[in-house]
């Protein structure tokens, strides 16, 4: 049985790789770090089985300082033979022009609740990182860091966890960003039990815009203690041009512990720390 052109180029490929990263004391798995794909794909290649994209063909040609045309075809065997050997023969990456698809991934080998303990999956494009700590375009782990983060504690233009920190912040306790919702909230628009920011609304509120259904201070505020330049609720305090100075704090505590005797005393300390 003969082999069509595509067989035989492929043929000529494994061949022509498989030699080029034993002369230069590569394993597959230091080929695949320096290229941006998986072990795997190199193994994949080096038995035929599959075929580099033009990118990572580039990167090949680049790296061996082998033409493209060689790679595929054995044009000139005795140039792949003659390849310099690198004298260090440790694995270092090489950073190549942003023409090329770049990708970095590194998987810890140690693992905890069967999770690496560090994944890291970044690059050119939308990579996946799940470990205890996680950094990639879609991260998930104890620990997140990503464009879109998903964690106990989460850093991320979207984050949601226990903790979050981004653009848009959904925590269950603590969150921080533009856009806030959680337990305690902080941000210019803020969403929480206990909320501060631009717009702040929740149980508990301080902020410019102030909406809480128990105790809201702002330069606008709304609840049933309302303190603030424009109020409204069942107790107010009107603040005389913007200066929350002008209220004594005691005055302010005397009034909270009246209508919620058993408020804790860090919310409430909190709530009038603006005051004089």
């Not at 590569?26 to 033009?54: C, F, H, M």
């Not at 041009?241 to 009246?258: D, G, M, T």
Request: hydrophobic share 45%.
């Amino acid at each position: 049985m003969g082999y069509d052109f595509y067989e035989v180029m492929n043929m000529s490929f494994a061949e022509n790789i498989q030699k080029l990263r034993k002369k230069n004391g590569l394993s597959q798995e230091n080929l695949a770090e320096v290229i941006g794909v998986s072990r795997q794909a190199v193994s994949k290649w080096e038995s035929g089985q599959s075929y580099p994209d033009t990118d990572k063909l580039i990167a090949l040609s680049d790296y061996f300082k082998v033409t493209v045309d060689e790679i595929l075809k054995g044009n000139n065997p005795a140039h792949v033979q003659d390849v310099p050997i690198r004298e260090n023969h440790e694995f270092q990456q090489e950073c190549y022009p942003w023409r090329y698809r770049w990708h970095y991934e590194y998987k810890s080998k140690r693992t905890l609740f069967n999770m690496p303990l560090v994944h890291i999956n970044i690059g050119r494009g939308i990579y996946t990182a799940k470990g205890i700590i996680a950094i990639g375009t879609i991260a998930r782990g104890f620990f997140a860091l990503g464009s879109i983060a998903f964690g106990g504690i989460a850093f991320g233009a979207l984050s949601f966890g226990i903790a979050s920190f981004g653009a848009l912040a959904l925590a269950l306790l603590f969150s921080v960003g533009a856009i806030s919702i959680g337990a305690i909230a902080i941000g210019a628009v803020a969403i929480g039990i206990i909320a501060t920011g631009a717009l702040a609304i929740g149980a508990f509120s301080l902020g410019a815009c102030s909406i809480a259904k128990y105790i809201a201070v702002g330069s606008y505020a709304n609840g049933h203690i309302a303190i603030g330049d424009t109020v409204k609720g069942a107790k107010t305090i009107i603040v005389n041009h913007h200066n929350f100075n002008s209220i004594k704090a005691e005055q302010v505590i005397k009034l909270i512990n009246h209508e919620y005797p058993k408020l804790w005393k860090p919310i409430v300390d909190w709530l009038t720390f603006i005051f004089n």
